[in-house]
């Protein structure tokens, strides 16, 4: 039986799939980000060539709609792949779909430029109210990646729920204190460089948490 969601990681019953391509993946979550990099960035480039976006307004309206758009096709994409939508991309896209058409509509960029606050906030509240309740709901987005044993999930969980509120802190501070411009710089050049340490720093716990596979029978008996 197909699931739209991905299923918890410890469910027996999950349907076996072939994993979907680790290149892929980040190029279906990271490409949204980079056109609306560079429709910000290149705004009124855009807007003389498609000049039926100058009805959108500035360069940050046009980046905004492009957004929502790619950013729509990348969750087709994966439904088209794998039949299923990853957790944490549907939700983080639902926040755009509704933020990005407040900004449209109401044009006022504050609407997009709170969707990172809104969606890391949201984020680690999840995770870390999911340890309390005594699950380690990360195994979602990482299970595909790595075995870890209930610890390991334990401590993951954590750690990610409060880089999540770090990352929500850091784009208020950045939006309200800095121009537009260095806000989508730093929401595309800054936020990946720091989400890339933090996830370094975290190797050394996950291999200790890792648990081996079984390693498959030979077929002669010895």
Do not use: C
Not at 63 to 91: D, E, G, K
Request: cysteine-free.
């Amino acid at each position: 039986m197909n699931h739209i969601l991905e299923r918890d990681p410890n469910d027996s019953k999950k349907d076996a799939k072939e994993p979907i391509n680790p290149v892929l993946k980040l190029a279906l979550e990271l490409g949204p980000l980079l056109v609306f990099f560079f429709a910000n960035a290149r705004g009124e480039w855009l807007v003389q060539k498609f000049p039926v976006l100058g009805e959108l307004g500035g360069p940050i309206f046009v980046a905004t709609a492009l957004f929502m758009i790619a950013t729509a096709v990348a969750l087709a994409a994966s439904w088209a792949l794998i039949r299923t939508l990853p957790v944490m991309p549907l939700v983080s896209g639902v926040v755009v779909f509704v933020f990005g058409a407040l900004t449209l509509y109401l044009h006022d960029d504050v609407f997009i430029k709170m969707k990172p606050t809104i969606v890391n906030t949201l984020f680690g509240a999840v995770l870390l109210g999911g340890l309390f309740f005594g699950k380690s709901l990360l195994g979602y987005v990482f299970e595909s990646a790595f075995k870890l044993d209930a610890e390991g999930w334990r401590k993951l969980t954590l750690r990610w729920g409060l880089f999540f509120l770090f990352l929500a802190i850091a784009n208020e501070v950045v939006w309200r204190n800095f121009s537009t411009d260095f806000w989508v710089a730093f929401k595309v050049w800054g936020i990946m460089p720091i989400t890339l340490i933090f996830t370094f720093t975290q190797l050394p716990m996950i291999m200790k948490h890792s648990i081996e596979e079984p390693a498959a029978k030979g077929g002669d008996g010895s």
